[in-house]
């Protein structure tokens, strides 16, 4: 009997996670009941009664199993630790607690892996949400998948079934601030997608603010894609042009009209300060997210620190 895995990040998903749980043994029960399930919950050391009600879950259904984090290493990092501790044949990378992403598709995806498919992922076709949200989103997905190497459709997020060959070439992928929805197309395989509706969250709120959401978008950018570098050296070639162009009409008006300009340049040389610091500091900043990156890469740490697993046969490890 084959196994599929499905892992579940969490942080202070007291009003969300049984329904979670429920839903996924339903689906099992019901649809795929040749299979058996793995049903992973990675807590990012929540402070509410998440804990509490996985506990009993776990104590009365040994499929399912938790990794409870040393503090909270933010979602990505958490969810990749999560695959990387998965078991399954078939591994669905992120399974939503607030279930935005629909579970039901789950018999689908697995009927496209038996098909041979490795890599069956969702394209968010339809957002249920705000359109500035809505349109932010999509502009930065079309940026992501306009100048990276690895050929990924728009909306595609972690919501993906994979084969366990794409999860062990992910393992050998040493990145300490993992963007898994890219990994997988970069190890490569037969990949599909199918669309589906985006659902807006019934309970609770979400806890990926737009701080970490614009830290997530920018580490994307700098994984997988050479556009901040390939920005910054187009718009260094046009400044400079310009300014060339620029300085070449004011030679020409200093020599024709000299004697009309009481203090000629005095308002381009304060303007074009501003302008040249504030382009300065802005390519000192890209340069600095990649030198950040690097930075990341070197130390060489675990991508979290775990505190405890429960219904794991093996001892948890200090750092994954």
């Given at each position: 009997m084959k196994t599929v895995s499905i892992v579940t990040p969490c942080y202070n998903e007291d009003l969300?996670?049984?329904?979670?749980?429920?839903?996924?043994?339903?689906i099992f029960d019901d649809h795929l009941p040749g299979y058996r399930r793995e049903h992973l919950f990675c807590d990012n050391a929540s402070d509410d009664r998440t804990m509490e009600i996985l506990r009993e879950i776990a104590a009365q259904d040994p499929a399912v199993k938790i990794i409870v984090n040393a503090r909270n290493f933010g979602p990505l990092r958490n969810t990749y630790n999560g695959v990387m501790a998965s078991s399954g044949d078939a591994v669905l990378l992120f399974m939503p607690a607030d279930l935005q992403d629909p579970p039901e598709l789950l018999p689908q995806f697995v009927k496209l892996w038996e098909a041979g498919y490795e890599i069956v992922y969702g394209i968010r076709a339809v957002r249920e949400e705000g359109r500035l949200m809505r349109g932010i989103r999509n502009a930065y997905y079309r940026l992501l998948t306009r100048f990276s190497e690895v050929n990924v459709p728009p909306g595609v997020g972690d919501f993906q079934l994979v084969d366990r060959r794409v999860v062990e070439a992910m393992r050998h992928v040493r990145d300490t601030y993992p963007f898994m929805r890219m990994m997988t197309f970069e190890c490569g395989g037969r990949a599909v997608g199918v669309p589906y509706t985006w659902r807006q969250r019934k309970k609770g709120f979400s806890k990926n603010r737009a701080g970490a959401l614009i830290d997530q978008g920018l580490n994307g950018l700098v994984s997988f894609t050479t556009a901040p570098v390939r920005f910054g050296l187009f718009a260094g070639f046009l400044i400079s042009a310009v300014s060339i162009g620029y300085a070449l009409v004011n030679l020409v008006i200093g020599l024709v009209l000299y004697r009309q300009l009481a203090e000629p340049g005095i308002i381009t040389l304060i303007v074009a300060m501003f302008f040249f610091?504030?382009?300065?500091?802005?390519?000192?900043?890209?340069?600095?997210?990649?030198?950040?990156?690097?930075?990341?890469q070197v130390r060489d740490k675990p991508v979290v620190f775990e505190r405890e697993r429960v219904n794991f046969d093996a001892a948890p490890p200090s750092g994954v």
């Amino acid at each position: 009997m084959k196994t599929v895995s499905i892992v579940t990040p969490c942080y202070n998903e007291d009003l969300n996670i049984r329904d979670c749980y429920e839903a996924i043994r339903g689906i099992f029960d019901d649809h795929l009941p040749g299979y058996r399930r793995e049903h992973l919950f990675c807590d990012n050391a929540s402070d509410d009664r998440t804990m509490e009600i996985l506990r009993e879950i776990a104590a009365q259904d040994p499929a399912v199993k938790i990794i409870v984090n040393a503090r909270n290493f933010g979602p990505l990092r958490n969810t990749y630790n999560g695959v990387m501790a998965s078991s399954g044949d078939a591994v669905l990378l992120f399974m939503p607690a607030d279930l935005q992403d629909p579970p039901e598709l789950l018999p689908q995806f697995v009927k496209l892996w038996e098909a041979g498919y490795e890599i069956v992922y969702g394209i968010r076709a339809v957002r249920e949400e705000g359109r500035l949200m809505r349109g932010i989103r999509n502009a930065y997905y079309r940026l992501l998948t306009r100048f990276s190497e690895v050929n990924v459709p728009p909306g595609v997020g972690d919501f993906q079934l994979v084969d366990r060959r794409v999860v062990e070439a992910m393992r050998h992928v040493r990145d300490t601030y993992p963007f898994m929805r890219m990994m997988t197309f970069e190890c490569g395989g037969r990949a599909v997608g199918v669309p589906y509706t985006w659902r807006q969250r019934k309970k609770g709120f979400s806890k990926n603010r737009a701080g970490a959401l614009i830290d997530q978008g920018l580490n994307g950018l700098v994984s997988f894609t050479t556009a901040p570098v390939r920005f910054g050296l187009f718009a260094g070639f046009l400044i400079s042009a310009v300014s060339i162009g620029y300085a070449l009409v004011n030679l020409v008006i200093g020599l024709v009209l000299y004697r009309q300009l009481a203090e000629p340049g005095i308002i381009t040389l304060i303007v074009a300060m501003f302008f040249f610091g504030g382009v300065q500091l802005f390519f000192m900043g890209m340069i600095g997210e990649y030198v950040l990156a690097i930075y990341g890469q070197v130390r060489d740490k675990p991508v979290v620190f775990e505190r405890e697993r429960v219904n794991f046969d093996a001892a948890p490890p200090s750092g994954v």
